[in-house]
């Protein structure tokens, strides 16, 4: 269903988040049915992996705007492959794709429910007596209250939070590549992604030409409306969170660090639009290296050794995703276990695959969301013991 109507689904969650029509249609859509597609093949093992296990009962799923048709589809198809039902409360920003998908999706009725609405809607899912489980994906503030309010009332909760997540380059590694990577880690859907690499780490000798570089490659970066198909950077979701943006930047500033940005002049007359922004002179405890800012701007630092490089990434309340960047793979694999988070990825960014499991550690939450972790947060185990006759 999703790649039969793919194409109204891309131009829908365009208009409706403001990110780049190319995304939509090369990325979210695309993820999206490949999400469905790995779950229909656990939906096949019920009988054969899961006889030990029941499903969980009615799940109360709660999820954010930056990806809304594939936040849907992380939640629910490990949900309903493992024979659940769904009460889904897409953001107050981007309904729109949620509604269409539960339009046409097919599935018998009850099995899955959208509820549209803003906060007080969630917290109401949140209470509710007769929901299961709640699976959040959302800001780690709210994630702490649904955590309180869930304490104690039996259900189940897996939390999918923020972070302040790291890209880490060391001296040899090929800086082009690592340049393409640095801009897909933070600039992909303007910077308003979970694991949105948003610390840079660059050791130190190679730092000055790495970030003359990154600068040359910000320059050509474009800004434009969501249905223009040859920008790079669409809008921010929404014009609070474009303040929200713009009063972290310049706290930063007050602190003392320097801000360079690619473009400003050429952004859009109307709309909230961000530009690419870089942050030098940051120090490890600053506002603008510890708090999640959620748009287009990236920190940098420096480091010497490998150690120092894991103190700095390891300074901060989130775990989410980590990229590291040399041609010595075994200098790679000494730092990556070393990391606070969940996900790394070796001289890449952003490969999702519906077979990992993706999640956090620290205030970035707990759970797994896709692969054979995600499955297991859908189902209890249940033990069967039964007296043989004449025994
Ligand atoms: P948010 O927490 O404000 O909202 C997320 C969802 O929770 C929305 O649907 C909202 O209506 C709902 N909500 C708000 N208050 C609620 C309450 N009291 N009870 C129940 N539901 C409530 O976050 P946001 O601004 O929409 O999204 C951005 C955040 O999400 C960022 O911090 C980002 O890092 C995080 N995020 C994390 C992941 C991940 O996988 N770890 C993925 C995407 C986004």
């Known amino acids: 269903m999703v790649q039969r109507h793919s194409r109204l689904f891309a131009v829908l969650e365009a208009l409706d988040n403001g990110k780049p029509i190319r995304e939509t249609r090369d990325i979210d859509i695309p993820l999206v049915a490949r999400h469905f597609l790995h779950h229909a093949g656990w939906a096949q093992l019920q009988n054969s992996e899961f006889a030990d296990y029941a499903p969980l009962g009615v799940i109360g799923q709660i999820v954010p705007w930056n990806f809304p048709l594939l936040m849907l589809a992380w939640k629910i198809a490990p949900a309903i492959a493992t024979g659940n039902c769904v009460v889904l409360k897409p953001a107050e920003y981007t309904p729109l794709t949620a509604l269409m998908f539960a339009e046409r999706a097919g599935l018998p009725a009850g099995m899955l429910n959208v509820v549209t609405g803003d906060g007080s809607t969630g917290a109401v899912l949140v209470d509710h007596p007769h929901v299961d489980k709640i699976a959040f994906t959302g800001s780690t503030e709210v994630g702490k209250l649904i955590r309180l309010a ?8 897996t939390l999918e939070l923020g972070g302040k997540s790291l890209f880490i380059v060391f001296d040899d590694a090929d800086l082009d590549a690592a340049v393409e990577g640095v801009v897909d880690a933070i600039w992909f859907n303007q910077g308003q992604v979970c694991c949105a690499r948003s610390r840079l780490l660059v050791q130190e000798g190679d730092e000055a030409r790495f970030i003359a570089k990154l600068k040359r490659r910000m320059e050509t970066l474009r800004v434009g409306k969501s249905l223009e198909k040859n920008i790079d950077l669409g809008a921010i979701v929404d014009p609070v969170q ?5 009063s972290l930047v310049e706290s930063g500033r007050r602190e003392g660090s320097a801000i360079w940005q690619a473009g400003e002049s050429a952004l859009p007359a109307d709309g909230s639009f961000y530009p690419p922004t870089l942050v030098t002179n940051v120090a490890p405890a600053s506002i603008l290296a510890q708090q999640e800012i959620f748009g287009p701007v990236l920190v940098t630092m420096s480091f010497r050794s490998p150690d120092e490089a894991v103190a700095l990434a390891n300074h901060s309340r989130y775990g ?11 200098r790679a694999l000494d730092v990556a276990p070393r990391l606070a988070a969940g996900v790394v990825w070796i001289n ?19 759970g797994r969301e896709g692969g054979r972790e995600g499955i297991y947060e859908y189902l209890k185990p249940r033990a069967w013991l039964i007296r043989s006759a004449g025994r």
Not at 242 to 246: A, S
Not at 348 to 359: E, I, K, Q, S
């Open 150 to 157: 869930t304490a104690g009332s039996g259900k189940s909760l």
């Open 242 to 246: 474009l303040e929200r943006i713009r």
């Open 348 to 366: 890449a960014t952003n490969l999702f695959d519906a077979a990992v499991g993706f999640g956090g550690y620290r205030e970035s939450g707990y």
């Open 320 to 330: 989410l995703a980590a990229s590291v960047w040399s041609e010595t793979i075994g």
